[in-house]
């Protein structure tokens, strides 16, 4: 991936962080998630008034790609005000897919404040092998 298709990436993630729903936390997420042929899906987090319900951005992104066909994964990026990483429920159900996925965390500076992969962030994962 080149420079430029991750400057990409990262503008679609802010754009989509802009359409969060959250009226509860005002935190604004928005992620892209970028598969092996350089197909895109964006998602950003959505709340409710029963907290536990609200999903996270990282999440939209993963089953709204899953939905349309899509289960190989080779990029994330999360962009929020203070480049806040993924929660572990988001590792978890990442790991699922493509453990050794990058993940990129930036800022509202798009200061790139985490480049790592998905099996530092969640070491020792559960999958479905055990
Ligand atoms: N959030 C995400 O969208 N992704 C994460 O990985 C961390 C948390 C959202 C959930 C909630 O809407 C808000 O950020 C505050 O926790």
């Known amino acids: ?3 430029h298709d991750l400057q990409n990436l990262i503008e679609l993630a802010f754009s989509t962080a802009e359409r969060a729903y959250t009226p509860y936390s005002n935190y ?9 042929d350089g197909t895109v899906f964006s998602g950003c987090n959505v709340e409710n008034a029963a ?3 609200c999903i996270c951005a990282e999440r939209t992104a993963l089953v709204k790609a ?3 066909g899509h289960q190989q994964f080779d990029v994330i ?3 929020t005000r203070n480049g806040g ?15 050794t996925m990058r993940v ?8 790139i404040v985490i480049d ?7 070491p020792h994962g559960f999958n479905s092998l055990g």
């Open 1 to 3: 991936m080149t420079n």
């Open 28 to 36: 604004k997420v928005g992620a892209t998630l970028r598969t092996p």
């Open 51 to 53: 907290y536990p319900a």
């Open 66 to 68: 899953v939905s349309e």
């Open 77 to 79: 990026v999360v962009a």
């Open 85 to 99: 990483s993924p929660c572990g429920m988001c590792r978890q159900m990442l790991y699922e897919f493509s453990p």
């Open 104 to 111: 990129v965390c930036v800022d509202e500076q798009r200061n």
């Open 116 to 122: 790592s992969t998905l099996d530092k962030l969640l």
